[in-house]
């Protein structure tokens, strides 16, 4: 779960990571108030969870109250790829003299967590990772929670010749590590993190991502969510335990697994149709899900037919048929279902729609290439 | 031959008194797995389907002799059932679980450090040597004894090959699925050298999907190591870019891990990569002359 950079900013302050003086404001006579309190210039940045901000304008830097103003509900007027923008932080504006890059985050491949630094932070970093992969600090975790100070001072001393920054820079890591262990994040950044004017260490701006899997736990966290960049469609999904995704075609696809999902979009694909949408219904199948599905996929009026591709293993083929039946009695399906069931209680499954009059296919481009002649 | 399980492992079942745990303890005793006891604490003494269950799984290690152990426990409890089994020794896990947190995975990785323990999964449908051995969730009857080896990252898509490779006289030797989630125990290079050295592997299919870095090291260890046939197929082709796609690991991060790039990469390495999956049995015969 991605969450604004103020959320992010909030933890960061929790947590005594330093940043400017600021907060967030949703109109521009609470931009004015906080810019009074911390001082001219301040600079003002669009709330949004999608890259590029800064190109589409979303970034300014004011002097004084009349821009604040205008700029403000210059700002608020922005549509950055697609999103309106709800919210502003306000923030006393940094005089930066350099720029570093700090993050926190997991190798996957190493199973492990990282550190990530670099004395050439900004928005670069990723074009400097890929031309100077040299000036990338790694700095493995071996599985601990806390800073093995001995071995990152060394690393400190590559990234600041001074002794008192140095000491700094590990003093806020170890805040940054704190949060990233104890919120359950899968990415803590601060970029640019910043040596400002009084040659102190500063996080001038704050990017957190959370483990979904891990929200449970964080129930404090689950509030941070913005619904605006969330699917109705896809979140009632979640809440009836698929995954789902629209996308753009007229061939409904409900699937057992993310893998074959994906697999029967990209057979659709291959065998001349278009998919509407990625939908999986997860193992432990109850026949409920199937209703839901149906129920989610029937909204999307571009579609055509809808094809059920399961192979079972821990769902078992007869929910799926049970699920199909009771769909047919309680809503009205106004499109061809073209049904393949392979695996787990195939042979029930088969008998009982078999009973009701339906056909199932037990090859994959079979049931495939008959849906996709449905939408001729 | 097989790789990591044959007739002789024996099985005890973490979560049996579930409903997955039972259904499933059943399913492998059918198959004809020794499943020699479950692990459910506060539930010791008790059977299910007539195997015994004990509270720890050390009892159950000391009582039963069993040298693998599968987990259907909840994402909750996961880690703590992977660390259990660790710490009692068992040689081979294999973690049925999804939606376990990463920073778990973290501790257990940690805790898998200078041992010789093997963790398959979390989130992945288990491993099966036809007609031997079955652990996980996999409907059993779609396998056949054979030759071929089958590692999978998903677990359905896993089926759906396994079908047509036996529908055309192509039986198994082992077949691993891997897991979706972002941190595995196991990943494609390490079951590529096992399918190397197993000299009942004639060839291997991998399966593999958008998102992370898996199937690019499998490229590379595959050009230097493997001399065996390999055929691939990669589901995702369709997926939208930066969608999340019910894999945690399925996220596409950069150019680099979407399904066009990575059959690309495969096929430099020598990799035979197809469209859909019933093409792999023709793939495989091709180059098995």
Redesign the interface.
């Known amino acids: 779960m991605k969450i604004h950079e103020y959320q992010a900013r909030n933890l960061f302050i929790e947590y005594g990571i330093p940043v400017a003086p600021g907060n967030v404001a949703q109109t521009p006579e609470e931009a004015l108030a906080i810019a009074r309190k911390s001082g001219f210039p301040v600079v003002i940045k669009a709330q949004v969870l999608v890259g590029g901000r800064g190109k589409a304008g979303g970034v300014k830097v004011v002097n004084n109250e009349a821009d604040l103003g205008a700029e403000f509900s210059r700002i608020k007027q922005l549509n950055i790829k697609g999103y309106t923008v709800e919210r502003l932080l306000v923030a006393k504006a940094v005089d930066i003299k350099k720029e570093y890059y700090l993050a926190v985050t997991?190798d996957?491949?190493k199973?492990?967590?990282v550190v990530i630094a670099s004395a050439e932070g900004g928005v670069e970093i990723e074009e400097t990772a890929k031309t100077h992969p040299e000036k990338i600090i790694k700095f493995y975790m071996?599985?601990?929670k806390e800073l093995d100070e001995a071995r990152w001072v060394p690393v400190a001393a590559q990234l600041f010749s001074d002794p008192r920054l140095q000491k700094s820079a590990t003093a806020i890591l170890q805040k940054l590590i704190k949060l990233f262990?104890e919120k359950?994040c899968?990415l803590a950044e601060i970029n640019p993190f910043c040596i400002n004017g009084e040659g102190n260490l500063i996080a001038v701006d704050a990017k957190i991502i959370i483990?979904?899997?891990?929200l449970?736990?964080h129930p404090e966290l689950v509030a941070l969510r913005d619904m605006k960049y969330e699917d109705p469609d896809e979140l009632e999904a979640k809440s009836k335990g698929l995954?789902f995704?629209k996308?753009d075609g007229n061939v409904g696809c409900i699937?057992?697994?993310?893998?074959?999902?994906?697999?029967t979009?990209?057979?659709?694909?291959?065998l001349g149709g278009r998919?509407a949408n990625?939908l999986?219904v997860?193992?432990?199948s109850n026949p409920e899900k199937v209703l839901n599905a149906l129920k989610i996929i029937l909204r999307n009026k571009d579609v055509k037919v809808i094809l059920i591709n399961i192979?079972?293993?821990?769902?078992r083929c007869d929910d799926i048929a049970n699920g199909i039946l009771t769909a047919l009695k309680q809503i009205q399906i106004h499109v061809p279902l073209v049904i393949r069931l392979?695996?787990?209680n195939e042979t029930e499954a088969k008998a009982l729609l078999t009973a009701a009059g339906l056909t199932t296919f037990t090859?994959?481009?079979q049931a495939v290439t008959e849906a996709v002649k449905h939408t001729r | 031959m097989s790789i990591l399980i044959d007739q002789n492992t024996k099985v005890i079942v973490q979560g049996i008194t579930g409903r997955d745990g039972s259904f499933h303890a059943k399913q492998m005793q059918d198959y004809g797995t020794k499943v020699v006891g479950g692990v459910t604490p506060g539930k010791g003494g008790q059977d299910v389907n007539g195997i015994p269950v004990f509270n720890s799984v050390k009892e159950a290690r000391d009582k039963t002799g069993c040298d693998a152990a599968v987990i259907y426990v909840p994402a909750k409890f996961a880690k703590a059932a992977v660390c259990e089994d660790i710490e009692a020794g068992i040689p081979l896990i294999i973690c049925i679980t999804e939606g376990i947190p990463v920073l778990d995975m973290v501790e257990v990785k940690k805790a898998l450090r200078n041992t010789q323990i093997r963790l398959i999964g979390p989130n992945c449908p288990g491993l099966i040597s036809p007609g031997k051995c079955k652990i996980g969730i996999m409907p059993g009857h779609i396998h056949k004894p054979g030759d071929i080896g089958v590692i999978s990252r998903s677990g359905t898509l896993t089926y759906e090959v396994v079908f047509n490779l036996s529908a055309n006289g192509m039986g198994q030797s082992t077949c691993v699925g891997l897991g979706g989630d972002p941190i595995i125990g196991t990943r494609f290079v390490d079951v590529l050298k096992m399918f190397q050295e197993d000299p009942d592997t004639r060839a291997i299919v991998m399966v593999g999907e958008i998102g992370g870095g898996d199937e690019q090291l499998a490229a590379d260890y595959i050009k230097r190591f493997i001399t065996k046939p390999v055929v691939s197929f990669i589901a995702g082709r369709t997926a939208p870019a930066g969608k999340r796609m019910g894999h945690a690991g399925a996220i596409i991060s950069s150019g680099d891990s979407t399904a066009e790039a990575k059959m690309q990469i495969l096929r430099d390495a020598g990799v035979i990569v197809v469209d859909f999956p019933d093409e792999i049995p023709q793939a495989l015969a091709a180059n098995l002359k």
């Open positions: 997991i996957n491949i199973g492990d967590v071996q599985g601990n262990f359950d899968s483990d979904d899997n891990a449970d736990r995954s995704v996308l699937v057992n697994g993310a893998g074959l999902a994906m697999g979009m990209d057979g659709v694909n291959l998919p990625f999986d997860g193992g432990s192979f079972g293993g821990i769902t392979t695996g787990t090859s994959m481009r």
